[in-house]
């Protein structure tokens, strides 16, 4: 039974391939025609090195000059040389163009609409030969919104087990996006998107983690919470959701729904507006402390716009603490940006 190695390029076009315990990673890869950067394929160069961010592997045969003890240690590895034990998630150190790769593209049928408030929408997409598509808890999509030539990027807010994906959309006047649902989606329509992309994905949990979204930054965060709800007993999560105005705040239900599941889950959400009924007013700023954050014994995960992600690094650094790791993804109407620290 092969294992689904996940390889997660620069540009964040993440690509699946199969591979047996029996056969190297390059292989397996090789066989795809997704090259990967190779040269000496024995172990001797290091042209290969990567990153594993999951998963567990038989590193193989190699010399220091390749790989040294420290850096096999962090999780660096050698896929000319090493053999999966289970399923992977690989950081590849080129492009997806370099390796002869890219986004895959995927054709879908409209099947559902969500009008959770005046501000946001949800959708679900059938997606034609489903088992051809793979992604990680936390990656998006550039669906080409229907009747134009425009793309706009999703995050999944559906766990990658569901055969029905589905999608959070916050309604912007003159929106690409917002204008197709608002005015001429219909089920049935057919959609396309290419992906999965980006670099904002659920690694493993080692330690207590801290979930952040702003408005439809919840999107991803779903995502991963319905992958946690299936191995419910890991680390602490707690979840801080901020909005704007009341009428942004979506999906609170399936929050309490998956804190009585998962026992090690907590949230709290508040909203900016001051005439708010609710009983955070302010920023999530405002509900981040040394606890929430385990004196730095915590993984950070934050989806939201540009000024949230960099007021929450402000906030965590005058608090004297960095997190074991801070992954993030900002988003605009047009443009997604992921990235992570340690
Ligand atoms: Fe040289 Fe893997 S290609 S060490």
Excluded: W
């Excluded at 090259?35 to 193989?60: F, M």
């Excluded at 919104?145 to 003159?174: A, H, K, M, N």
């Excluded at 949230?267 to 009983?279: K, L």
């Amino acid at each position: 039974m092969p294992f689904q190695i996940a390889l997660n390029f620069e540009d964040g076009v993440t690509r699946f391939i199969d591979c047996r315990p029996d056969e190297t990673v390059a292989e397996a890869s090789y066989k795809t025609r997704i090259n990967i950067p190779l040269d000496c394929r024995d172990g001797a160069c290091g042209t290969c090195k990567s990153l594993c961010e999951s998963g567990s592997y038989d590193g193989g045969n190699y010399i220091d000059e390749a790989l040294t003890e420290e850096e096999a240690e962090l999780g660096y590895c050698l896929p000319c040389q090493m053999t999966p034990r289970s399923d992977l998630v690989l950081r590849i150190a080129s492009t997806s163009a370099a390796a002869k790769t890219g986004a895959a593209a995927h054709s879908t049928t409209l099947v559902d609409i969500q009008r959770y408030s005046p501000s946001t929408v949800g959708f679900t997409l059938d997606v034609d030969n489903r088992e051809a598509l793979y992604f990680l808890p936390g990656q998006y999509v550039n669906i080409t919104v229907p009747g134009t030539d425009q793309t706009r990027s999703y995050s999944f807010s559906s766990g990658p087990g569901r055969r029905l994906v589905s999608f959070l959309v916050r309604i912007t006047e003159g929106g690409a996006m917002s204008g197709y649902l608002a005015e001429r989606a219909q089920l049935g329509d057919r959609l396309e998107f290419t992906g999965p992309i980006g670099s904002f994905y659920l690694r493993d949990l080692a330690r207590p983690a801290l979930f952040l979204a702003g408005g439809t930054g919840l999107a991803p965060l779903l995502s991963m919470l319905e992958r946690l709800a299936q191995s419910p007993d890991g680390p602490p999560v707690h979840l801080l959701y901020g909005v704007t105005a009341d009428q942004d705040l979506v999906h609170l239900d399936t929050l309490e729904d998956y804190a009585k599941v998962i026992p090690g889950f907590t949230f709290d959400h508040c909203v900016a507006e001051p005439t708010s009924s609710t009983r955070n007013k302010g920023y999530v700023t405002s509900l981040i402390d040394l606890t929430t954050l385990h004196g730095g014994d915590c993984d950070v995960y934050l989806c939201g716009p540009p000024a949230m992600v960099e007021a929450v690094r402000g906030h965590i650094a005058s608090l004297g603490v960095t997190p074991a790791s801070f992954h993030y993804e900002k988003f605009t109407p047009h443009a997604v940006l992921t990235g992570a620290s340690r």
